[in-house]
Structure formats: C-alpha cells, structure tokens
C-alpha cells in the first residue's frame, strides 16, 4: 500500500517539485553513504520522478508546438515559417 501511496503522491507533484526531489536524490546518492535498501527505494522513486519529468516536458513540448490561428483553428507550428 505504500508503494501506491508514493507513486500517486510522485504523479500530483508539478514539475519543477519533482525536478527539486530528483535533484536531492541525486546528490544524496551521489554521496554514497546511504544504506544499499534506501539507495534501492531512492532510485526507484528517482527514477518514477525521471519519468514524471520526461512526461510533463513532452505534454508541455505538444501543447507548444501548437497555436491557435486567426479563425481560432489550432495548427501545428511550423519552425520552417517562422524562421522567415
């Protein structure tokens, strides 16, 4: 039960509060004094927020490369035209 607890509590975290988890999981690994089951447990919940990140940056990557166009239609972004 408390697998799923810490796997529904990764997937309501925002972005850059997953980003900060991570990043102190990282250095505390980096470390190399944690006890072999919390670096376990550690790199597992490092590797749900790696994923949650990746999603959001993806999620946010689409909804950019989108835009509304003057008819309020949306379109695909096209780098090639706004290059010119």
Known sequence: MAKKDAATEIEN???EE???QLEQIVA???QGDVPLEE???QFQKGVALSKLCK???ENA???LTKIVNENGEE???DQELDAN
């Open 13 to 15: 975290l925002k972005f």
């Open 18 to 20: 997953a980003m900060q």
């Open 28 to 30: 505390q690994l980096e």
């Open 39 to 41: 670096a376990l447990d």
């Open 55 to 57: 999603d959001k940056l």
């Open 61 to 63: 990557e689409t909804t």
């Open 75 to 77: 379109t695909i972004f």
